[in-house]
């Protein structure tokens, strides 16, 4: 078999740039907190990439000297540009095997800048952690659960400046609109959300267990189904699946922009269901196509695990000092919204905003620095009913 022909006929070379690919690519170049919200489990609502380009190394069989020496086979090293590497990663994605239950294990942070006399450091506050299961099986049913856990300073420089301020275990932020006090100690049990661990029924969005497992897995019509404007405008506006639409309803549906960043959220929110693996791959496709959103290359998520990702274009958001907001967070900053996926399996590492252009409460940090992230801890399928695990996912400070 011709390896490298087999790679390059699965990964083929991306089509030219459009006029205005070149022109977004042009306006990039010339471009120059809040508390996190409750767990959208559904996306209703690390550092700067590493390159463009992936690599991918085969070893071609038949090597060695014609002489029937020990020399190494040749090796042929192909390159992937970003986008090629993640749609690879799309093809990995629908060859996965399915079980009889599918588990979602989540952990939602947010950042802080903390402003000590002794040097500025940062946190991870708002720490939750969600762990959800499904089984496909009629009648199995499925469970919620979710824990608090305790803030944390993300990086070795962060702890030593934390520990210099005198390691305090309750650390006060400005948080949305007020002030509020994380604790570095407290962590709570696993607590069942609801008072029925099988209780049954649709999930977010008035789609079953069944009805994902019947999606169809073409890129066009899943992003017809769930990235079109209507479709976002309806869940934005809380609309329930099947609702009598209005005239009025119907303006606001066609009137009301969609950000990329809705359509990365959602996609991200709907790859933690239990979807089959060829539906999961379309939907990577979809949202690879999607205008506002690119292929970035390799990133890295807030548990340490590089994988490859797309990012939405940069937005600016501007904290002035309407609520109360103090003089140090005030400014404006810009961001981006990343999804990054193994590359081995094409399942969702998380996603997470991060830093472009520092600024307002982030004027301090540095490009890449992430501002807020929904890392998935683990996810996958099995033949028994998973059970949360005991430990944490972080070491504490």
Excluded: C
């Excluded at 767990?39 to 071609?60: D, E, H, N, P, S």
């Excluded at 119907?250 to 060829?278: D, E, I």
């Amino acid at each position: 078999m011709d390896e490298v022909r087999m790679v390059r006929d699965a990964y083929p070379e991306p089509a030219p740039p459009t006029a205005r690919d070149i022109a977004r690519a042009k306006a990039l170049l010339t471009r120059a907190p809040r508390r996190t919200a409750p767990r959208l489990w559904w996306g209703l609502g690390g550092v700067v990439a590493a390159g463009t380009a992936a690599t991918v190394a085969i070893t071609l069989a038949g090597g060695g000297t014609p002489g029937g020496g020990n020399t190494p086979a040749p090796t042929s090293t192909v390159r992937l540009d970003a986008r090629s590497a993640f749609l690879a990663a799309a093809t990995k994605a629908a060859q996965q095997p399915v079980g009889n239950y599918w588990h979602d294990d989540d952990v939602l942070g947010q950042s802080y800048v903390i402003r000590a006399k002794t040097g500025t450091y940062t946190i991870t506050g708002a720490l939750t952690e969600g762990f959800d299961w499904w089984g496909t099986q009629p009648g199995v049913g499925n469970a919620f659960y979710s824990r608090e856990l305790p803030s944390r300073t993300p990086t070795k420089q962060d702890t030593a400046l934390w520990r210099k301020a005198g390691s305090p275990s309750n650390i006060r932020v400005w948080s949305s609109d007020h002030y509020w006090t994380y604790s570095t100690e407290r962590v709570t049990k696993w607590h069942l959300d609801g008072k029925d661990n099988r209780r049954a029924g649709q999930l977010p969005g008035g789609l079953s267990v069944k009805d994902l497992q019947n999606l169809p897995t073409d890129p066009a019509e899943l992003a017809k189904r769930f990235l079109s404007q209507a479709a976002l405008n309806s869940i934005a506006m809380g609309l329930p699946p099947g609702a009598k639409i209005t005239p009025e309803m119907a303006r606001r549906l066609k009137s009301r922009p969609v950000l990329p960043q809705q359509k990365l959220a959602r996609v991200s929110g709907l790859l933690r269901a239990p979807l089959p693996s060829k539906v999961r791959a379309g939907l990577m496709r979809a949202l690879a196509d999607q205008p506002g959103v690119h292929s970035i290359g390799h990133d890295t998520d807030a548990l340490g695990r590089q994988g490859v990702a797309l990012a939405t274009d940069y937005s600016p958001v501007t904290v002035t000092g309407e609520y109360g907001a103090p003089k140090a967070v005030r400014g404006t900053y810009r961001s981006r919204s990343v999804a990054i996926f193994d590359e081995r399996t094409g399942a969702l590492l998380g996603r997470q905003e991060e830093l472009t252009t520092p600024g307002g409460p982030y004027a301090e940090m540095k490009p890449g620095f992430i501002i807020n992230y929904s890392v998935v801890r683990s996810s996958g399928w099995t033949d028994t009913a998973p059970k949360p695990p005991a430990e944490l996912p972080f070491d504490r400070p």
